[in-house]
């Protein structure tokens, strides 16, 4: 045994040496990385400071002074070994001098004006590569296994304090102004460096060599030592084997002792009880050979009672095949029929359905948002509401119908019992078509019914997909597809709803499919656009903010409005990229309009609810930083199902938005369920009243009312309002009527481009429109007093 043993201590100690292996090639990967930076930082660095520290070099360039300039290039030279060529450019690009450290490095380098590209300002450094096919000896095969030598080209300008263009300029006026410099600088020509990569990365590598050799030393030494240890460690195993095999022959006869602690000790207890019983047992057989012919009905007696340990036997593996068969079969959170249970009964039913000529219904149910109460308030609690929908699904239906838990066997969700809010419910001998919206209403009701969970009170929905057979498949996999179109097709419509499958699924789900895989690729094509749509005051007729709405201009469908490629966006886990490029590109935008002097106070973008993370505030400061927008011109419209939430991590984050100077506003305001107290716990600044409330204010009382309401409270609450949607003269009146003084919509404006707002910033732009739609309202109004 002591082979086998000696097999797991060198298993043991391999798996250490190629962790160990592996993890310092890793750790020596990333450092090269970083020395090469370091190294050619630090090169470009020192070559800049070395060229502008070089004071007299402008006038040597000036008066063409050779060997002086040669003398630089040599010292320029001398810099680096990595240093290949150095060249001096007058100011207008003409060669004046060079030097080569490897012969023909300095005939390749590519010309002037490509060296100091056409985007590069006359006055800035400018840094570039290109590919020769010259490499110096000491790294030719470094550059061959690297995929070529490259050189990084330097482009350096030379600055004078005096005009080189001034007439009879000695060195001594040179001289003169570098101890009174001008206020301004004057180029008189360019170094530039080429800087062999190849031979940058040797240097590197000398460093690496040196660290992977005591990396190498470490592990060697390391290994030895794990190698002791584990031999050590294992001996007591070893001693453990030869015992096992001796009681297995029946050798031993009497307990032996093992040298060991903890586990191994255990099981040399468990060996020694093993040869103590079996002993016994020995003897024991012993005594009833000779008992046999002297005692029948004691052989008897002893038959019945194995008979009895056989029952008890047969009971137990009974019982232990129905747990079996339970853990195979049975969801273990629900106890509701698997997937793989819940795949054979329909396949049975299918059959039994056709051989019947009966209808079977198949409902494919997915939980609506169920991710967000995961990730609210736990997997615990999520597995709760799981328990309590698989409860309310049951109850629901007959008992010969068949629910079940349908998670994917192979999901890491499902495995770890972490979610897997899919359900399926099987109707099976209906009559008609009229019976499952029947039992599909049932359950939409039943879930309906809020669920206390943790504490809290939690509602959720299900969209529900419905496939009938044989109407709509024959098959199981043609049955389950049915559903699941269907089923998305629900959540499309809304959720909280139940659809029939129809074949015209099948062709809208293509074009789903589609529909994110070019969503997928917008951003990288900058397919991605802008509208923005003005905020008027009614007072001064000015322009005072804009709301950015994303828009996407498809190459070959043209323009795709939001609300067909913003859930797509949510359920693919894009819409985070997606804001974050919205909120840098209003940022930009609001930038460029500030430079050319237009007049506007804020941009007003939206922010989704999944948007909403603990990132978002990092990501909103760095944006704000990049683009040089100060924070009071940014204003993020939250959705009132952010502050649903009302958790302390969301008062922290908008308490954080609001210390660094942004504006906070409630889109949709009176469209959601929260509650109204937030309004006093969170620092608001703006609410907007809902276009939905504004159209219908004139068709309903209940709105007109709601409207008021909602401007008095927000006048009381100190915070300010902007009415969206309004369209026509008698909504304009009725807003501005009540308080309501700045307006969004069409009757100002549609959401247009950039280049389309840049007329309407004009202060005062809309005055004389404002004055007309008075007149005219008033007009109106005298005209029917009259009549």
């Given at each position: 045994?002591e082979?086998?043993?000696?097999?797991?201590?060198?298993?043991i100690?391999l798996?250490?040496?190629l962790?160990?292996?592996?993890?310092?090639?890793?750790?020596?990967?990333?450092?090269?990385?970083?020395?090469?930076r370091?190294q050619?930082?630090?090169?470009?660095?020192s070559?800049?400071?070395?060229?502008?520290?070089h004071?007299?070099?402008?006038?040597?360039?000036h008066?063409?002074?050779r060997p002086?300039?040669?003398?630089?290039?040599?010292?320029?030279?001398?810099?680096s070994?990595?240093?290949?060529?150095?060249?001096?450019?007058?100011?207008?690009g003409?060669?004046?001098?060079?030097?080569?450290r490897?012969?023909?490095?300095a005939d390749?380098?590519?010309?002037?004006?490509?060296?100091?590209?056409?985007d590069?300002?006359a006055?800035?450094t400018?840094?570039?590569?290109?590919s020769t096919?010259?490499?110096?000896?000491?790294?030719?095969?470094?550059?061959?296994?690297t995929?070529?030598?490259r050189?990084?080209?330097?482009?350096?300008?030379?600055?004078?304090?005096?005009?080189?263009?001034?007439?009879?300029?000695?060195?001594e006026?040179?001289?003169?102004?570098?101890?009174?410099?001008?206020?301004?600088?004057?180029?008189v020509?360019?170094?530039?460096?080429?800087?062999?990569?190849?031979?940058l990365?040797?240097?590197?590598?000398?460093?690496?060599a040196?660290m992977?050799?005591?990396?190498?030393a470490l592990?060697?030494?390391?290994?030895f030592?794990?190698n002791?240890?584990t031999?050590?460690?294992?001996?007591?195993?070893?001693a453990l084997?030869r015992?096992?095999?001796e009681?297995?022959a029946g050798?031993?006869?009497?307990?032996?002792?093992?040298?060991?602690?903890?586990?191994?000790?255990?099981?040399?207890g468990?060996?020694?009880a093993?040869?103590?019983?079996?002993?016994?047992?020995?003897?024991?057989?012993?005594?009833?050979?000779?008992?046999l012919?002297?005692?029948?009905?004691?052989?008897?007696?002893?038959?019945?009672?194995?008979?009895?340990?056989?029952?008890?036997?047969?009971?137990?593996?009974?019982e232990?095949?129905?747990?079996?068969?339970?853990?195979?079969?049975?969801?273990?959170?629900?106890?509701?029929?698997?997937?793989?249970?819940?795949?054979?009964?329909?396949?049975?039913?299918?059959r039994?359905?056709k051989?019947?000529?009966?209808?079977?219904?198949?409902?494919?149910?997915?939980l609506?948002?169920?991710?967000?109460?995961?990730?609210?308030l736990?997997?615990s609690?999520?597995?709760?509401?799981?328990?309590?929908?698989?409860h309310?699904?049951?109850?629901?239906?007959?008992?010969?119908?068949?629910?079940a838990?349908?998670?994917?066997?192979?999901?890491?969700?499902?495995?770890?019992?972490?979610?897997?809010?899919?359900?399926?419910?099987?109707?099976?001998?209906?009559?008609?078509?009229?019976?499952?919206?029947?039992?599909?209403?049932?359950?939409?009701?039943?879930?309906?019914?809020?669920?206390?969970?943790d504490?809290h009170?939690l509602?959720?929905?299900?969209?529900?997909?419905?496939?009938?057979?044989?109407?709509?498949?024959?098959?199981?996999?043609?049955?389950?597809?049915?559903?699941?179109?269907?089923?998305?097709?629900?959540?499309?419509?809304?959720?909280?709803?139940f659809l029939?499958?129809?074949?015209?699924?099948?062709?809208?789900?293509?074009?789903?499919?589609q529909?994110?895989?070019?969503?997928?690729?917008?951003?990288?094509?900058?397919?991605?656009?802008?509208?923005?749509?003005?905020?008027?005051?009614?007072?001064?007729?000015?322009?005072?903010?804009?709301?950015?709405?994303?828009?996407?201009?498809h190459?070959?469908?043209?323009?795709?409005?939001?609300?067909?490629?913003?859930p797509?966006?949510?359920?693919l886990?894009?819409?985070s990229?997606?804001?974050?490029w919205?909120?840098r590109?209003?940022?930009?935008?609001?930038?460029?309009?500030?430079?050319?002097?237009?007049?506007?106070?804020?941009?007003?973008?939206?922010?989704?609810a999944l948007?909403?993370?603990?990132?978002?505030?990092?990501?909103?400061?760095?944006?704000?930083?990049?683009?040089?927008?100060?924070?009071?011109?940014?204003?993020?419209?939250?959705?009132?199902?952010?502050?649903?939430?009302?958790?302390?991590?969301?008062?922290?984050?908008?308490?954080?938005?609001?210390?660094?100077?942004?504006?906070?506003?409630?889109?949709?305001?009176?469209t959601?369920?929260?509650?109204l107290s937030?309004?006093?716990?969170?620092?608001?600044?703006?609410?907007?009243?809902?276009?939905?409330?504004?159209?219908?204010?004139?068709?309903?009382?209940?709105?007109a009312?709601?409207?008021v309401?909602i401007i008095?409270m927000?006048?009381?609450?100190?915070?300010?309002?902007?009415?969206?949607?309004?369209?026509?003269?008698?909504?304009?009146?009725?807003l501005?009527?009540?308080?309501?003084?700045?307006?969004?919509?069409?009757?100002?404006?549609?959401?247009?481009?950039?280049?389309?707002?840049?007329?309407?910033?004009?202060?005062?732009?809309?005055?004389?429109?404002i004055?007309?739609?008075?007149?005219?309202?008033?007009?109106?109004?005298?005209?029917?007093?009259?009549?």
């Amino acid at each position: 045994m002591e082979p086998r043993s000696m097999s797991v201590a060198r298993r043991i100690v391999l798996v250490f040496f190629l962790v160990a292996l592996v993890g310092s090639t890793l750790a020596l990967s990333g450092l090269a990385i970083r020395e090469y930076r370091d190294q050619r930082i630090s090169l470009l660095d020192s070559v800049v400071a070395d060229i502008e520290g070089h004071t007299q070099l402008a006038a040597d360039i000036h008066l063409r002074d050779r060997p002086q300039v040669d003398a630089a290039l040599t010292r320029f030279l001398g810099l680096s070994p990595a240093l290949s060529f150095i060249r001096v450019h007058s100011a207008d690009g003409g060669l004046l001098a060079q030097r080569e450290r490897h012969a023909g490095t300095a005939d390749e380098a590519p010309t002037f004006a490509t060296v100091r590209g056409a985007d590069t300002s006359a006055v800035d450094t400018n840094f570039s590569s290109h590919s020769t096919g010259t490499a110096p000896a000491t790294s030719a095969l470094l550059a061959t296994l690297t995929g070529g030598e490259r050189i990084l080209n330097l482009s350096v300008p030379v600055f004078s304090m005096i005009n080189p263009t001034g007439k009879n300029l000695v060195r001594e006026d040179f001289g003169r102004a570098l101890v009174r410099p001008a206020s301004s600088r004057y180029i008189v020509g360019y170094v530039h460096a080429g800087i062999s990569n190849s031979q940058l990365l040797l240097q590197v590598l000398l460093v690496l060599a040196t660290m992977a050799g005591i990396a190498l030393a470490l592990i060697v030494i390391s290994t030895f030592f794990i190698n002791l240890y584990t031999q050590r460690l294992t001996a007591p195993l070893s001693a453990l084997a030869r015992m096992a095999d001796e009681v297995a022959a029946g050798n031993l006869k009497k307990s032996i002792t093992i040298d060991g602690s903890g586990e191994v000790k255990e099981i040399a207890g468990v060996l020694n009880a093993i040869i103590g019983g079996l002993n016994t047992y020995k003897t024991r057989i012993g005594v009833d050979h000779q008992l046999l012919s002297m005692k029948v009905e004691e052989r008897t007696a002893q038959l019945s009672q194995r008979n009895q340990e056989l029952d008890l036997a047969v009971t137990q593996v009974t019982e232990t095949k129905d747990r079996l068969r339970k853990m195979a079969y049975f969801d273990s959170l629900t106890s509701l029929p698997n997937r793989r249970l819940f795949t054979e009964q329909l396949d049975l039913l299918l059959r039994l359905a056709k051989r019947n000529k009966q209808i079977l219904a198949l409902m494919f149910l997915d939980l609506d948002n169920f991710k967000r109460i995961n990730d609210s308030l736990g997997h615990s609690a999520g597995d709760a509401l799981l328990k309590e929908v698989a409860h309310r699904l049951a109850s629901c239906v007959r008992e010969s119908d068949v629910v079940a838990h349908y998670a994917d066997p192979e999901s890491r969700i499902d495995v770890s019992r972490l979610g897997g809010d899919e359900f399926t419910v099987v109707l099976n001998q209906i009559e008609n078509v009229d019976a499952v919206t029947i039992v599909a209403q049932r359950l939409l009701t039943s879930l309906l019914k809020p669920m206390e969970i943790d504490g809290h009170e939690l509602v959720v929905t299900p969209s529900i997909g419905i496939a009938v057979a044989p109407n709509d498949a024959t098959d199981m996999e043609g049955l389950l597809k049915a559903a699941d179109t269907a089923m998305y097709h629900a959540k499309a419509a809304g959720k909280n709803t139940f659809l029939f499958y129809n074949s015209d699924m099948d062709s809208t789900g293509v074009d789903r499919l589609q529909l994110e895989t070019d969503l997928r690729r917008a951003l990288e094509r900058n397919e991605l656009l802008f509208h923005y749509q003005p905020q008027v005051d009614t007072r001064t007729g000015t322009i005072i903010g804009i709301e950015a709405l994303l828009r996407w201009q498809h190459p070959e469908k043209g323009m795709i409005p939001p609300f067909k490629f913003i859930p797509v966006a949510e359920e693919l886990g894009l819409i985070s990229e997606l804001g974050t490029w919205g909120l840098r590109e209003a940022c930009r935008q609001m930038v460029e309009f500030r430079k050319e002097g237009l007049s506007l106070d804020k941009v007003a973008v939206n922010v989704s609810a999944l948007q909403f993370t603990t990132q978002f505030c990092a990501t909103v400061k760095n944006i704000l930083e990049e683009t040089g927008l100060p924070a009071s011109a940014l204003e993020l419209e939250l959705t009132e199902s952010i502050m649903m939430e009302d958790s302390h991590s969301t008062v922290r984050a908008l308490q954080e938005l609001k210390a660094m100077g942004l504006r906070l506003s409630i889109d949709d305001f009176g469209t959601g369920y929260s509650s109204l107290s937030y309004l006093s716990r969170f620092p608001l600044d703006e609410l907007k009243i809902d276009r939905s409330f504004v159209i219908d204010f004139d068709k309903s009382d209940n709105d007109a009312s709601l409207v008021v309401a909602i401007i008095a409270m927000g006048r009381s609450m100190k915070l300010e309002l902007v009415a969206e949607g309004v369209e026509t003269h008698e909504q304009f009146h009725f807003l501005t009527e009540h308080g309501a003084e700045v307006i969004q919509g069409y009757l100002f404006s549609k959401p247009v481009t950039a280049d389309e707002l840049r007329p309407l910033l004009v202060p005062g732009y809309f005055l004389e429109q404002i004055h007309a739609i008075r007149a005219d309202t008033y007009a109106t109004s005298a005209g029917s007093l009259a009549s």
